[in-house]
Antibody
Framework: QVQLKESGPGLVQPSQTLSLTCTVA????????VHWVRQPPGKGLEWMGV???????RYNSALKSRLSISKDTSKSQVFLKMNSLQTEDTATYYC??????WGQGVMVTVSS | DVVLTQTPVSLLISLGGQASISCRSS???????????LHWYLQKPGQSPQLLIY???NRFSGIPDRFSGSGSGTDFTLKISRVEPEDLGVYYC?????????FGAGTKLELK
């Protein structure tokens, strides 16, 4: 069945780079787009960006200068890299297949 | 950026009652391809969001017909009839027509 699972460090120091992996199963990344969405504790959802099935990307303009999304289709993995992290980047990060299935999310805390 | 205004912020509904959530957009959500990319999600406590309705009025697989979506252009509504305990949580609308994609702030459904 369709599954997405995020993985990455739970704690990142301020000014460092966040690297997350979304490993998918049950579908091909050449057929579906995958989004990244984040949710600060107790707050709403923020769309971060998408990698299309074709490999193209689109980013939230508020994050564009810091964010990069890529994928390895052969490994069924999508990657998120975001640099210059600050405390306000503390959030649960989700990957989601467009428009339906979501991963369980990974909580990332930015703190020294 | 497109602003999605969800009302009400919270809803207190009795079991078996009906709930209605509005999502109003600051711009028309009709894409240049003619489709309207307005989706509805439910985030149950401690869980990832789950898709209820895609492209305004299409129920996702496994979603009961108690959930219905309607609307066009800038005004959209999610209706939940015969509310059950498993319906509680936060409901979000998402527009995927204009970049950056944006979520509404959420409507919290609680049971009386």
């Amino acid at each position: 069945q369709v599954q997405l699972k995020e993985s990455g460090p739970g704690l990142v120091q301020p000014s460092q780079t966040l690297s997350l992996t979304c490993t998918v199963a049950g579908f091909s990344l050449t057929s579906y787009n995958v989004h990244w969405v984040r949710q600060p504790p107790g707050k709403g959802l923020e769309w971060m960006g998408v990698i299309w099935n074709t490999g193209g990307t689109r980013y939230n303009s508020a994050l564009k200068s810091r964010l990069s999304i890529s994928k390895d289709t052969s490994k069924s993995q999508v990657f998120l890299k975001m640099n210059s992290l600050q405390t306000e980047d503390t959030a649960t990060y989700y990957c989601a297949r467009d428009p339906d299935y979501w991963g369980q999310g990974v909580m990332v805390t930015v703190s020294s | 950026d497109v602003v999605l205004t969800q009302t009400p912020v919270s809803l207190l509904i009795s079991l078996g009652g009906q709930a209605s959530i509005s999502c109003r957009s600051s711009q028309s959500l009709v894409h240049s391809n003619g489709n309207t990319y307005l989706h509805w999600y439910l985030q149950k406590p401690g869980q990832s969001p789950q898709l209820l309705i895609y492209q305004v009025s299409n129920r996702f697989s496994g979603i009961p017909d108690r959930f219905s979506g309607s609307g066009s252009g800038t005004d959209f509504t999610l209706k939940i009839s015969r509310v059950e305990p498993e319906d509680l949580g936060v409901y979000y609308c998402l527009q995927r027509t204009h970049n950056p994609y944006t979520f509404g702030a959420g409507t919290k459904l609680e049971l009386k």
